[in-house]
């Protein structure tokens, strides 16, 4: 039995896409470890993430990266109390390195372990920040393979509102910066262009915001980037490759300011369909400004105001600090995984 005045230590892992990570969280709360390997590098080329590397990338890095966070946060296996991975959503191969290297600490160390949805977890770093969350509160989750809206009332029991029918807001950051050959990842570059840019240079489409739906929908946005600068039929050369900074600057802006747009206003939707208090920002796209900024200023000018918590900018990405601090509230509750746990790619 675990003594009242002992913290509870969680060792998390996380391998859904291309950041092999591990963390060591005390008490859901206290960051006591942090380490992640980054494959932007070996993706880079690409445009994109390639899962066969990053499966192998993942099985080179998984333990180095677990005895440093062990060795970072000071701890022995004595001291900690369960295993957490992030079993679902992402891409299988990914994810069964993960949940292999899991199981085995579990079975070996003899510590429960405890299965943790990747995107419930991206919600769980929005609570990282020091403020005291009011309920309810309405959650949106931004990353690379997801956009959600969650009903948010506790850690376990998220209910999802909204979500998205095709590409996600990520993804299409990352194939306009393409079209407009951008760096890889396609997020921090468009921003850095879209700085200089002229956000209503160009009026790209808003999709779905007519409907009284709060699912999210960017693969006619991106479309609308192609055709622009390849015309209609698609027949024509890329425009890019003639244009100058400014007008690049602009396109980026433009496209920007088109998904932050829809974000802000399916959040807001979602908060006056919930009477929300508080809404919560996670997710890789968290850490664009231009989204930061517009939903702030759209919950100070909310009657009566509403709270914006957001995840730190360095649990925005792929993280097992936000693994680790969910779990915690599934070791309270009891909620433990088997042996025969398997990755889940949909989730």
Aim: hydrophobic content about 40%; some cysteine.
């Amino acid at each position: 039995m675990k003594e009242n005045n002992k913290p509870i230590n969680i060792l998390g892992i996380e391998t859904s896409c291309d950041e092999t990570a591990a963390a060591v969280v005390a008490d859901g709360r206290t960051i006591k470890s942090s380490v992640v390997a980054s494959q932007t590098k070996l993706h880079e080329k690409y445009g994109g993430v390639v899962p066969e590397l990053a499966s192998r990338a993942h099985i080179e890095k998984i333990y180095p990266v677990i005895k440093e966070a062990m060795e970072q946060a000071d701890v022995a296996k004595d001291d900690i109390d369960a295993i957490a991975i992030a079993n679902q959503p992402g891409l299988t191969v990914a994810l069964v390195v993960g949940v292999t290297a899991a199981k085995t600490l579990s079975f070996t160390w003899n510590k429960p372990l405890i299965a943790i949805n990747h995107l419930h977890a991206h919600l769980q770093s929005a609570m990282l920040s020091e403020e005291q969350l009011e309920l309810p509160a309405v959650a949106l989750i931004v990353s690379g393979g997801h956009t959600c809206l969650y009903d948010y009332h506790s850690p376990l029991e998220p209910k999802l509102l909204g979500t998205t029918i095709d590409d996600a807001a990520g993804e299409a950051f990352d194939k306009v910066a393409s079209i407009l050959k951008l760096p890889y990842p396609g997020g921090p570059s468009i921003e850095k262009a879209a700085e200089k840019g002229n956000p209503d240079a160009i009026k790209f489409p808003r999709s779905m915001l007519g409907r009284d739906s709060l699912d999210f929908s960017f693969s006619g946005i991106k479309t609308a980037v192609l055709y622009y600068c390849r015309g209609q039929d698609m027949k024509g050369e890329n425009k890019v490759d003639s244009m100058n900074a400014q007008q690049i600057a602009d396109i980026a802006a433009s496209f920007q300011a088109a998904v932050v747009d829809v974000l802000v206003k399916k959040t807001k939707r979602a908060a006056k369909k919930n009477k929300a208090k508080t809404i919560l920002l996670g997710g890789g796209v968290a850490a664009n400004n231009k989204l930061r900024t517009s939903l702030q200023q759209m919950c100070d000018s909310a009657v009566p105001p509403k709270k914006l918590m957001v995840a730190p900018k360095r649990y925005c990405t792929d993280n097992a600090v936000m693994v680790a601090s969910l779990a915690y509230y599934k070791f309270r509750a009891g909620l433990f995984a088997d042996l025969t746990l398997e990755p889940n790619a949909t989730g």
